[in-house]
């Protein structure tokens, strides 16, 4: 995959005609000629792994992330009021990134809120750090005892301090108000618009609740979406089939797979290891969400209503589980060969169980700029001596796995350019050697994993992904040739224009930059 200086003839939102133009890009639709001097072309991106609804939601809400202790973000909260019915929603902590890097507890926040519940989701969404008055709206007591799935952190006592680890925030979460239809319209919007900005034409809309849905619909059939979005429902508890889905088709948004989770993530010590965590004091080697046998009949239920599947897995003892569910599903012939099979994230894979991926025609879902940012918390929680291989993309490639790549925004920023670059160079932020070189990709893998690679991951790479005549007019147009920069060039490459069906949707002329999630 190279970046392209070309004339683009567009009729009906498809690429009837391309031509080589040395000048640059002009794209002619209906509407006009647009010209972009010295710019280059490249099939619009995708990316294979975010969270539309919530990325849009978060805006809305407090921003933790840059705290630097738990007081910080007390402080910061105190300047905000309810901002969901009479609960106080916020996101972005990481005790990782404190001064003193442990989990915050309810008493904290009880001295500045004694009666309004408020729930701040961890940067990586697994685990919410709560007060007592939300712990009381919920009736989590010290009876309460640990989901399956779930951790309810306590003290010495046995009492609650106030964090919910994977399944024990659904405890919480099913007393939070949902957000309204208005709302729900709004983030999806706002994220789109962002999307946009990066030059990303169709998104993979991971673990999208089934009430979201009829908006995304109404959005897309009056012609107010900007953006492609394919859909994987929520199915750890059969949402999908309490809500009576099924797949669907469309040119802009459709129901495509169903997302489970197999673990919970490193940050929060919840990713399973086959081997215990080298910086956790008990021999604790994290939690699988379902059994096996839960989560092989899950994904098949899933797959004879005709999905696509979706798993997270992120220790190499749900990627090996994950691995032998796919591989038994194959092989008991229920699923059609173009059904996809996909694991969300694949982070730490024990070597033996890449074949098994391959040997079950599963994409690897990969997200770059999680291993550069994680890895000074992924060498920790490792240590040292392991043969699993941490975020093994060349690795997978080897073995026939295809890639598709995303960015898991808002957890990251759906940054393409630094995506790019992590692909290619895996430098953490900081640091100047890559981490694990071999696993590197080249500039031509990496953009192949954030277009047709990442389509065939949704099944439409027989119409977009490529700038070829017949195939759908989604293209970005960028300031340089990625193929002629360093890590750092490429991190500075601008997007000016994104069209989706031929539309121009943004550019960077006429709007304002929004800023990162
Ligand atoms: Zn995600």
Redesign the pocket.
């Known amino acids: 995959m190279q970046a392209q200086q070309v004339w683009l003839r567009v009729r009906g939102g498809r690429i009837r005609e391309l031509v080589p133009y040395e000048g640059g890009v002009v794209i002619e639709t209906e509407a006009g000629v647009e010209s972009y001097p010295g710019c280059w072309a490249l099939p619009g991106f995708v990316d294979a ?1 975010g ?1 539309v609804v919530n990325a849009g939601l978060e805006f809305g809400q407090p921003q933790l992330r840059l705290c630097r202790s738990p007081e910080e973000c007390v402080e910061l909260l105190r300047r905000w009021s309810p901002n969901r019915g009479e609960w106080l929603l916020g996101a972005g902590w990481n005790h990782e990134q404190w001064e003193l890097p442990v989990l915050p507890t309810a008493a904290l926040l009880d001295a500045v809120f004694p009666d309004t519940p408020v729930v701040l989701r961890r940067v990586d969404g697994h685990a919410l750090w709560v007060n007592t008055e939300a712990l009381r709206r919920a009736g989590i007591t010290d009876h309460t005892p640990d989901p399956p799935g779930g951790i309810i952190v306590r003290d010495a006592s046995g009492i609650p301090t106030g964090v919910l680890i994977d399944a024990a925030a659904e405890l919480l979460l099913q007393h939070v108000p949902p957000p309204t239809p208005e709302e729900i319209r709004a983030a999806i919007l706002r994220t789109a618009q962002q999307l946009l900005q990066h030059g990303i034409t169709e998104v993979h809309d ?1 673990d999208v609740d089934p009430l979201w849905i009829p908006v995304f619909r109404e959005l897309a059939e009056s012609g107010q979406l900007p953006i492609r979005v394919q859909a994987y429902v929520r199915a750890q508890h059969r949402e999908w089939q309490t809500a009576g889905l099924l797949p669907t088709t469309g040119e802009l948004f459709c129901l495509r797979g169903v997302k489970l989770y197999a673990d919970g993530a490193l940050g929060s010590f919840g990713a399973a290891l086959l081997e215990p965590y080298a910086d956790a004091p008990d021999g604790h080697t994290g939690l699988l969400l379902l059994t096996p046998q839960e989560l092989e009949a899950a994904v098949a239920e899933a797959v004879e209503a005709g999905w696509d599947v979706a798993i997270h897995a992120i220790g190499d003892a749900a990627n090996r589980c994950v691995a032998h569910i796919y591989r038994a599903i194959r092989q008991r012939g229920i699923a059609q060969p173009e059904q996809r099979l996909r694991v969300e994230h694949a982070q730490i894979v024990h070597p033996d169980d890449i074949p098994v991926f391959a040997d079950a025609g599963v994409v690897g879902s990969v997200q770059p700029l999680h291993c550069v940012h994680d890895a000074p918390m992924a060498r920790r929680r490792l240590g040292v001596g392991r043969s699993s291989i941490p975020y093994p993309w060349r690795s997978l490639l080897q073995e026939g796995i295809p890639l598709a790549a995303g960015s ?1 925004f808002p ?1 990251e920023p759906p940054d393409v350019m630094a995506g790019l670059a992590a692909f290619c160079f895996r430098i953490p932020p900081g640091e100047s050697e890559p981490w694990i070189p071999e696993e590197c990709l080249t500039l031509s893998e990496a953009l192949a994993a954030y277009t047709n690679w990442a389509h065939a991951a949704a099944s439409v790479d027989d119409r977009r992904g490529l700038l070829l005549p017949g195939y759908d007019a989604d293209v970005v147009i960028l300031d340089r040739n990625p193929s002629e920069c360093t890590a750092d060039e490429l991190t500075r490459i601008r997007v000016v224009a994104t069209y989706v069906a031929g539309q121009r949707r943004w550019t960077l002329a006429e709007e304002p930059l929004l800023g990162l999630v």
């Open positions: 792994h969270h991971m898991d957890i």
